[in-house]
């Protein structure tokens, strides 16, 4: 037979493709990703594959994806494969075994406003449903302060030198002396407590507690990893009571940035928190009036215990609770209504927690009512925990009638109380209004200066307006309605708010 030239051609490309699968030319060389080793050993040649296989079978490489772990050396050496069968191999591996993508790990988010919060030393304890807070100083050793809400616990033996019962997961609260703050904070951790917290001495400074000294507060591996902190001395007497009315009753403790400027809370926790415990304000429901109950609004004391939800309201006797209280013994755990004026708040207060009452509630004295939130000394801060409530002189004088009327039928008036921040919030914003827009005198402000003012103050006054009506606060608006509401037609020179000028009735 007679061969041509492009024949013999022919037969040794043949040759190669069938010896050599692997190669470009081969039109029939697998595309799809290989599904066994089979595969991929074939793809390298049919000579190639027949060498190899078994020794592949042999040492278990059973999946193919299993081969983009192989390296050349392990070629080498577990195979025996030569150079130019490497490359081959790896080449075809590489085309034919997917590459398994490794999840990229995911960078831990450093939450930066914790780390600011964790170093923070200085900060206020606050109670659920309480209107008070007490200034702490956290202590030079123990961990960072929970971001979370607890339980209040007094130990059972007052200075916690020893462990103490029932602190498992709460905040266990402490004298200060009689051992060192490290022996109570190990005796606190070893009591299960979450958060201990040492009630400073009288009135004294707040500092930051020390280990001590010694073997404890060099060994480092026996330091307590309890959150410590120093809290002022006139806490003590409200989270006594609180532990007592309202056992279940949630603390916590917000680290607070300050400077000169003020303090701020750095955490969004800390924020939400806080607005949930705020009780600086709110509505008051008393029913049994005719058509309804009566509704309201109040701002709380800068001190005192936890605000219930609901309490009966009795009358002071007098009512202004300025002199030895008649029928003292039935005011215990009762809401306690009483008259502002005839003595200080501070005497009230004390004369009404020695029968047990549970709040009061004060009607103001002054007519035209702007509340404002009502406050107590450092030293009268030691001796009283009572909220104080108080509300407007008008709706006082409704809800007084209504007890009293329940009092003739032989009853107590019913209330609840909803506490709310916003009601605060409106009150200052009116307050603030009335001081800087009602108050100024007759000449302050020429020209463009005075326009300025007026103006804003026209603002502030249609903002305030929206919020105030069909409530205490906007009666005393009312009868500026025609001089600072829109379309208001008075002269330009007569614009200016004037103190004297101010005859509203109630806020």
Not at 75 to 89: C, G, P, T, V, Y
Not at 110 to 126: M, Y
Not at 135 to 150: E, H, N, T, V
Request: proline share 3%.
């Amino acid at each position: 037979m007679k061969f041509s030239l492009l024949n013999v051609l022919a037969l040794l490309t043949l040759t190669l493709l069938l010896v050599d699968p692997a190669s470009s030319l081969w039109p029939f060389r697998r595309k799809k990703p290989a599904e066994t080793v089979k595969h991929v050993l074939d793809d390298c040649g049919i000579l190639f594959s027949r060498k190899y296989l078994s020794k592949f079978n042999e040492q278990g490489y059973d999946d193919p994806r299993i081969l983009r772990k192989l390296k050349k050396l392990d070629l080498e050496i577990n195979f025996s494969m030569k150079e130019k069968e490497i490359d081959k191999f790896l080449k075809s591996v590489a085309r034919l075994v997917p590459e398994v993508k490794k999840k990229k790990e995911k960078k831990k988010k450093v939450d930066k406003l914790l780390e600011r919060r964790n170093e923070l030393t200085f900060g206020r304890l606050i109670v659920d449903g309480a209107p008070a807070n007490y200034q702490y100083i956290k202590a030079s050793f123990g961990g960072d302060l929970p971001l979370r809400s607890y339980e209040i616990q007094f130990s059972d033996n007052d200075y916690g030198c020893s462990k103490s019962t029932s602190a498992e997961g709460r905040i266990l609260v402490v004298l200060r002396g009689k051992c060192t703050y490290l022996e109570k904070a190990k005796a606190a951790e070893s009591s299960g407590a979450a958060v201990l917290i040492v009630i400073n001495e009288d009135n004294g400074d707040l500092f930051q507690l020390p280990a001590g000294r010694g073997d404890d507060a060099e060994d480092s591996a026996s330091m307590p990893t309890i959150s410590v902190v120093l809290v002022q001395h006139n806490a003590m007497a409200a989270l006594k009571e609180i532990e007592n009315f309202d056992p279940f009753a949630r603390a916590m403790l917000i680290p607070q940035d300050c400077n000169d400027d003020g303090c701020m809370t750095v955490h969004p926790t800390d924020f939400d928190i806080m607005s949930q415990f705020d009780s600086s304000g709110g509505k008051l429901f008393v029913s049994g009036a005719e058509g309804g109950e009566l509704v309201a609004e109040f701002l709380s004391s800068s001190f005192g215990i936890t605000i219930p939800d609901e309490a009966q309201l009795t009358l002071a006797n007098p009512i202004d609770a300025c002199s030895d209280l008649t029928d003292g013994e039935f005011l215990k755990e009762q809401a306690v209504l009483v008259r502002r004026g005839g003595c200080q708040f501070y005497e009230k207060v004390r004369r009404l927690q020695t029968t047990g009452a549970r709040m009061v509630v004060m009607v103001d004295n002054e007519v035209p009512s702007v509340l404002d939130r009502i406050g107590a000394t450092t030293e009268q801060l030691n001796d009283l925990y009572l909220p104080v409530l108080m509300i407007t002189n008008e709706i006082g004088n409704s809800i007084e009638r209504v007890v009293r009327d329940k009092e003739e039928e032989g009853v107590s008036a019913s209330m609840s109380i909803l506490k709310s921040r916003q009601v605060g919030v409106l009150w200052e914003e009116l307050r603030n209004f009335l001081s800087s827009c009602m108050g100024e005198s007759e000449g302050e402000g020429e020209g463009e200066e005075e326009g300025e003012n007026v103006e804003e103050c026209r603002r502030d006054y249609e903002r305030i307006a929206r919020t105030a009506k069909e409530t205490e606060r906007w009666q005393g608006l009312s009868s500026y309605m025609e001089k600072w509401g829109t379309g208001g037609g008075e002269k330009d020179e007569e614009k200016k708010v004037e103190t004297e000028n101010y005859d509203g009735d109630e806020l």
